[in-house]
């Protein structure tokens, strides 16, 4: 546990450049096939509520695979599935192969799957330092071994490519990326083989998202398979292999990269599907509500989303994946 | 900077042209003692003009002293007080555990020492039972350990007017085991002609453990989150209730000892004493650095607290003033003090 247990691994490239060789969904996966993190149909029921349902998913090493939905959509209860909090009510769970069933995060955590939550789990006033290592302290004695601690921390971050200042500031006066790749290399240096990011971008600017999005990138790189969960196409797009739409507790679609553009999916995004029956909605009302309407579903032909919406509601997600509507 | 993973392990000394050179006394004012000592050197300096006796080394160990039996709560109190929680009820379970000691061994007559002992465990089930129930309810300590307070309050007045029908605890002076229990909670000794009695140096020796503690111990690490952000440090999971109950007993520890010195240096103990002590406790590690909302803080800041409010004691006394002015003069004293403090921290965090 005190040690680094992922050294960088050797395969640098530049990130643009991976994107675009990235052609196949076994590319990154160092696993000979089998995926880290695998979700087959699995669903969720909060006694009478369907919270999820039907929803597979899989993430291999150096993937990145992204959820995408709106607010409502079932992230939150994707996370806590995949993170140990809940299990599953249908449907399987598997780690590297083998069906699981956790009973808590610490389990998931044994197992390698680490979330990072969008509030961070960081204490602001303390030092960044104390914050890498709280919870998993290096003993030496009765006291701690600071000087290594220190040196571990701020080599870490190094590695993750946050040059820091000073390990001994406090972390609540880092920027708001700043802190999320902190709590991503603490993550990666405790064990983590899969990486949660819960909204990791959603609260910063321009700039500082892109710092994040940097550092999933790096972690990729890194050999760790990372779920990134967003509702920013923008954010998403650049960085993964796979995307999941979630809308209402159902997959909207299951993409490889090289089944969608970048347009289409923030078309789905944008529900695609949702905004046609809207607009016959609003048709239907007549008058200028119908004007509207007319010039929304317009909009939706021109972006080519509204018979892929519907498909992709229709469609179970496994069928998706063979890539018959690839465009 | 996307190439730094294959760098080798020995980060280069680059300076980050984002840091301005912090200077050294930026730095020093940037730490949470630094408003207490502040404070304290403008009143040191203050009572040295205008009151002449407060200059003699003798009087000076009299201000040690009288810090010391605030200071010995102070220190734990600062602790729990950065683990995020108060005790109202501290003053009274002073009384409580000497109380305690004292009319057990008095009642039993048995050895002095075993009263000490029955007041431990008195003291630490107390502590105990004022972080269980803040940890298992989640309701405020401030208001548990308010309910606490008076609880024990009742109990001091009622039970000791019951068992002896007077306001004080028997005299235990001619018990077994009694001298010797003053010399380890109530001794003193001589150096260079000064009187320093020895609840001085368990002060300073509990004060550097706390510190210790604090800053190089795991157990410190979590005391700081638990105060910080109680919800993070469980997430990465730190025993967040346990570091609290166990902050708890700390300050019932603190309370039995402070109890044990009162007592075994006047053989008696006054039902009432100890009330509003809670507030001396929490205002002097407030004064040394201490966040209300926890988190911040440092022992030896909280130490120099206790000792301003030690010099204001005993400096109104050195100056000859009337001591029914001591409480105006001490919250005037303390309020300047968090002003200043205040304004020293803001100016250090400016300068950062």
Not at chain 1, 43 to 66: F, H, M, N, P, W
Not at chain 1, 220 to 246: Q, S
Not at chain 2, 289 to 315: D, E, K, P, R, W
Request: aromatic letters at 8%.
């Amino acid at each position: 546990m005190t040690t680094p247990q992922n050294t960088p691994v050797g395969k640098h490239a530049a990130p643009g450049a991976r994107q675009t060789s990235q052609e196949g969904p076994q590319a990154g996966n160092g696993q000979g096939g089998v995926p880290l993190v695998r979700l087959v149909n699995a669903g969720k029921r909060y006694g009478a509520v369907i919270a999820l349902s039907d929803i597979t998913l899989e993430v291999g090493a150096g993937e990145v695979t992204c959820v995408l939905g709106d607010n409502g959509a079932g992230k939150s209860t994707l996370i806590k599935i995949i993170a140990g909090l809940h299990q599953p009510s249908t449907g399987t769970y598997e780690v590297e192969g083998t069906p699981v069933a956790f009973n808590s995060p610490r389990e998931a955590l044994e197992h390698g799957i680490a979330t990072v939550y969008q509030d961070l789990a960081v204490v602001p006033l303390m030092p960044v330092w104390r914050n890498f290592f709280l919870g998993n302290e290096v003993r030496k004695g009765l006291g701690m071994n600071i000087p290594f601690m220190k040196k571990t921390c701020r080599e870490e971050l190094l590695a993750m490519g946050i040059d820091l200042r000073d390990v001994d500031q406090a972390i609540g006066t880092l920027s708001g990326g700043e802190r999320q790749c902190v709590a991503i290399s603490r993550a990666v240096h405790f064990g983590a083989k899969v990486l949660i990011l819960d909204e990791p971008t959603a609260a910063l600017g321009v700039k500082q998202s892109g710092v994040v999005l940097k550092y999933i990138i790096q972690a990729r790189e890194r050999g760790l398979g990372v779920i990134f969960i967003t509702h920013n196409p923008h954010h998403a797009y650049p960085v993964g292999d796979r995307f999941l739409l979630l809308n209402r507790g159902k997959s909207l679609g299951y993409f490889e990269k090289s089944q969608i553009t970048r347009d289409e999916l923030t078309g789905l995004m944008a529900g695609g599907a949702e905004l046609e029956q809207l607009s016959h909605e609003l048709e239907s009302e007549g008058g200028a509500a119908a004007d509207i309407g007319h010039a929304m579903e317009a909009d939706v032909e021109e972006l080519g989303i509204a018979h892929q919406a519907d498909a992709g509601s229709d469609a179970s997600a496994t069928t998706r994946q063979e890539g018959s509507s690839h465009p | 900077m996307t190439a730094t993973a294959e760098a080798p392990v020995t980060p280069p000394p680059i300076r980050d042209e984002r840091m301005g050179r912090k200077s050294g006394l930026a730095r020093l004012l940037a730490r949470p003692e630094a408003g207490a000592v502040a404070g304290a050197i403008v009143i040191y300096v203050f009572f040295f003009i205008v009151a002449p006796p407060f200059r003699n080394a003798s009087s000076f160990s009299s201000v040690l002293y009288v810090t010391s039996t605030y200071g010995l709560m102070v220190t734990p109190i600062a602790l729990l007080m950065i683990g995020g929680e108060f005790d109202l009820s501290a003053g009274v379970a002073v009384t409580s555990s000497a109380l305690c000691a004292s009319l057990f061994s008095y009642e039993f007559t048995t050895n002095a020492w075993v009263g000490v002992l029955v007041a431990l465990a008195l003291s630490l089930l107390i502590g105990f039972l004022n972080g269980w129930i803040v940890v298992k309810t989640g309701i405020p300590s401030f208001l548990v350990t308010l309910g606490t307070f008076f609880v024990l309050q009742g109990l001091n007045i009622a039970l000791t007017q019951t068992i002896t029908n007077q306001v004080a605890s028997p005299d235990i002076s001619t018990l077994q085991g009694f001298s010797s229990a003053r010399v380890v909670f109530s001794g003193s000794f001589t150096i260079g002609g000064v009187n320093i009695r020895t609840s001085v140096i368990y002060w300073l020796v509990f004060v550097a453990i706390a510190t210790w503690i604090l800053l190089r111990t795991r157990i410190g690490n979590w005391i700081f989150s638990a105060g910080g952000s109680p919800v993070s440090a469980r997430a990465v999971g730190v025993p967040v209730g346990r570091v609290k109950i166990g902050l708890f007993m700390a300050v019932g520890l603190m309370a039995w000892f402070t109890g044990m010195h009162t007592l075994f240096l006047f053989n008696t103990i006054q039902t009432s004493q100890g009330v509003g002590n809670e507030f001396v406790y929490i205002i002097a590690a407030v004064v040394g650095g201490c966040l209300l909302t926890g988190g911040y803080g440092s022992a030896v800041g909280a130490a120099i607290g206790a000792l301003i409010f030690g010099m204001v004691n005993q400096g109104i006394v050195y100056a000859g003033w009337n001591p029914d002015w001591f409480q105006t003069f001490v919250g005037l004293l303390l309020l300047g003090a968090i002003l200043l403090n205040t304004f020293i921290r803001r100016r250090a965090e400016a300068a950062a």
